[in-house]
């Protein structure tokens, strides 16, 4: 665990980690090549439950779909229909097919492009069709081992309800890479497993705990069945409610004062 002592989030990290347990397989990865899996794992889950997004994967690598190569050459419409039930399958289908044509016209070697220096590798993997910031940013830290921290809608949730920044920054609606440069500055410099781990305890937490309608502070997490069974094995059974309450802003208002 990283030990930087004036950090803000690090502690709340810990505590994360010690609730949800190690994770090694919380990205699960089939094939050899992780760099493809990642990015259109990216792709299928905007708007998309995980586990949807996960079984629509697993359709595309059973169909022979492993490589860039292998999707730039297939039928948009046969892909749309392996997406199938993820949000817009037919127009994700249609993207990958776009996307793999043109990294395998343009950039072919996605791998080498995720060895680049981070802001020379962003700014090609920007420069892509469907790839925004949270996309280039993740395919970064799980495709390659660029240790960023990722601004997506749970970080902005989790970090906005706790308050730890709410001194210095509105988490919720600032720029993205103001966010992202706050929050790397706060932990210090990560390795890539801990940057990982990071960011999959503000997506565990904001699923199990911190939905965006109605927090389970208190109770025990909600429950998701995975298509891997490896994902929340260790932490799916009851708990006793979010491990950060006791130092949670959004929670600590909304406890009743007694007497
Ligand atoms: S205590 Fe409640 S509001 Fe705070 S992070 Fe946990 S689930 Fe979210």
């Not at 002592?5 to 810990?14: E, N, Q």
């Not at 994770?23 to 259109?40: G, K, L, M, Q, S």
Request: hydrophobic residues 40%.
């Amino acid at each position: 665990m990283p030990s930087k002592t004036d950090s803000r989030l690090l502690p709340l990290f810990s505590q994360l980690v010690g609730h949800f347990a190690h994770e090694p397989a919380w990205w699960p990865i089939h094939t050899h090549d992780r760099v493809f899996e990642v990015t259109i794992g990216m792709v299928l889950v905007q708007q998309t439950r995980w586990e949807q997004v996960e079984a629509a994967v697993l359709r595309l690598l059973n169909a022979g779909y492993t490589s860039f190569d292998a999707l730039a050459h297939a039928d948009p419409i046969q892909i749309g229909s392996l997406c199938k039930p993820c949000a817009f399958y037919m127009r994700k289908g249609e993207a990958l097919v776009r996307l793999a044509q043109r990294i395998c016209t343009t950039h072919n070697q996605m791998h080498a492009i995720l060895t680049l220096p981070r802001h020379e590798c962003r700014r090609i993997l920007l420069s892509l069709p469907q790839i925004g910031r949270e996309s280039a940013d993740t395919i970064m830290l799980y495709g390659g081992s660029h240790p960023l921290f990722i601004v997506d809608a749970y970080a902005r949730r989790f970090l906005h309800r706790t308050g730890i920044y709410r001194d210095v920054v509105d988490v919720i609606n600032a720029d993205y890479d103001l966010v992202q440069r706050i929050v790397e500055e706060d932990v210090g410099q990560l390795d890539v497993q801990n940057a990982r781990e990071l960011h999959a305890m503000m997506v565990e937490v904001c699923i199990h705990h911190c939905s965006a309608t109605r927090p389970r502070c208190t109770q025990s997490g909600a429950w998701r069945r995975f298509v891997d069974v490896r994902k929340c094995a260790e932490h799916c059974p009851p708990c006793s409610g979010c491990p950060t309450q006791s130092v949670c802003a959004y929670h600590l208002t909304r406890i009743p004062l007694t007497e």
